[in-house]
């Protein structure tokens, strides 16, 4: 139980276009979910929390207006990189939060993107 | 500020060893303490947890931690290391009142010698 699917793996795209990922929760309800990034060799640092129904809430640092998340019902956050640069070039993964708060979280297993 | 140090970068081990990765935490009020493993090009996958109760917690594949709260740690180990163990394994910290964010530590990660 408590699956996340995350999709896609990986992508390339150009320079100025726009991505989406997409985080769904399987079988359970995800109120909450939170978006990451890795960079290689590198920890996760966390880019925004979803929340189903409201704006996303962004840590500092992240560009609101380049990384538009949407949690539109309980089972689906979705990232979309905005004209994308070769810096957003990254390993982008989301978590949701399951049972109670704090009793775990479940992790997509990551999107690998590449601008080229 | 909360914050997650793992020591260690880097560790190689020999098959059939033991393990023990550090984490120490820095963190204001009772701290939700974790251990996840991330293979190359994957997501991450629960090793155990601690919020409260016995110290010594019992996680998957083998592993096991220990809380210590007079060294503010939650090391993890494992009695004896498997070939399929070598991947890199974060430590990451919440709390009850942090509405679910997790602060990782920078990882270690682990090799294993045939």
């Known amino acids: 139980g408590a699956v996340v699917s995350q999709h896609p793996s990986w992508v390339i795209c150009k320079s100025g276009t726009s991505v989406k990922i997409e985080c769904r929760s399987l079988d359970f309800q995800a109120t909450t979910m939170f978006w990451y990034r890795q960079f290689p060799k590198q920890s996760l640092m966390l880019m925004a929390t979803?929340?189903?129904?409201?704006?996303?809430?962004?840590e500092q640092g992240v560009e609101k207006d380049k990384f538009l998340i949407n949690h539109a019902s309980l089972t689906l956050s979705t990232l979309t990189v905005t004209s994308a640069h070769p810096e957003d070039s990254s390993f982008y993964i989301c978590s949701a939060e399951y049972g109670q708060a704090n009793y775990g979280y479940t992790f997509g297993s990551g999107t690998r993107l590449t601008v080229v | 500020a909360q914050s997650v140090t793992q020591p260690d970068i880097h560790i190689t081990v020999s098959e059939g060893a033991s393990l023990e990765l550090r984490c120490n935490y820095s963190y204001g009020a009772t701290p939700y303490l974790f251990w996840y493993v991330q293979s190359p090009g994957q997501g991450l996958q629960l090793l155990l947890k601690y919020f409260s109760g016995d110290t010594l917690v019992q996680g998957i594949k083998g592993f096991e931690a220990e809380f210590k709260r007079s060294q503010s740690s939650f090391n993890l180990r494992k009695p004896s290391v498997h070939w399929s163990d070598a991947a890199e394994y974060f430590c990451?910290?919440?709390?009850?009142?942090?509405?679910?964010?997790?602060?990782f530590g920078q990882g270690t990660t682990l090799q294993v010698k045939p």
């Open positions: 979803s929340n189903e129904g409201s704006k996303a809430t962004y």
């Open positions: 990451a910290v919440g709390g009850s009142g942090n509405t679910g964010k997790l602060i």
